[in-house]
């Protein structure tokens, strides 16, 4: 379905973008804006150009200084990395996206490739002992499934929570339970260790902000 395909592939920018460009494209002058009309069938091409546009202008300003990127920076590289693979699956696989468009989406995901192998050894170096904690949140991108949700219907069911209560160290036992970089009793626990107390921090109903985002991020890395 082409229009499916497009419409895939454009949200998959637009995540990419949060991950990557938020902060930097509030402040950009003249960053094109996307209007009601804009979401017109034959518009899909000119907003993806948007979309791939500002994305550059992104990875541009993150190339700059690979020292600059801690562990949370490459994080949300990797998982952009990911969606641009999967939105550049998505082009290829539609007939009405651009051969041009198509080369930006690879060059893009190379790109971010560079700067994450760039910026590894900087992160490294700040905390040795936290890299190898997490080296398993940021060697290489993630491949998320995009699955069609109706955000009315997920605030209908679940509506937005109030509560940013969380721990930091047990959020880091956790999340090391789950990769295996946990050591207990003088050895490695088992990948996917998963405690009663563990679960009960992760899936608290009512969560916001910094607690939600890392609720969101414990599973991620389990899918991955």
């Known amino acids: 379905n082409i229009r499916r395909n497009n419409n895939d592939v454009i949200l998959r ?53 690979y020292a600059s990127i801690n562990v949370d920076g490459l994080f949300g590289m990797r998982v952009g990395q990911g969606q641009i693979i ?3 699956k998505e082009c290829k696989s539609s007939p ?3 051969e041009k468009l198509q080369g930006q989406l690879d060059r893009l ?4 490739e560079t700067t994450s192998q760039g910026a590894i050894p900087y992160v490294q170096f700040e905390d ?3 890299f190898a904690k997490f080296l398993k949140t940021i060697n290489n991108p993630y491949m998320l499934p995009y699955r069609p949700t109706s955000m009315k219907e997920v605030l209908d069911k679940y509506p937005a929570g109030s509560e940013d209560s969380y721990d930091e160290e047990k959020g880091d036992e956790c999340f090391s339970r789950i990769m295996a970089t946990l050591e207990e009793n003088g050895k490695k626990v088992e990948e ?7 679960w009960k921090m992760m899936t608290a109903k009512g969560q916001s902000k910094y607690s939600i985002t890392h609720q969101l991020l414990y599973f991620i890395i389990i899918e991955k």
């Open 192 to 198: 996917c260790n998963i405690t009663r107390s563990c």
């Open 109 to 112: 995901a190379a790109e971010i």
């Open 13 to 65: 920018l637009i995540l990419v973008m949060t991950l990557l460009c938020g902060p930097l494209l509030t402040s950009v002058r003249g960053t094109p804006r996307l209007r009601r009309e804009d979401k017109k069938e034959e518009d899909y091409g000119d907003i993806m150009k948007k979309m791939v546009a500002a994305v550059e202008l992104g990875m541009e300003y993150l190339s700059r200084d």
């Open 86 to 88: 999967e939105a550049a």
């Open 128 to 130: 040795e002992d936290y």
């Open 96 to 98: 009405s996206c651009p």
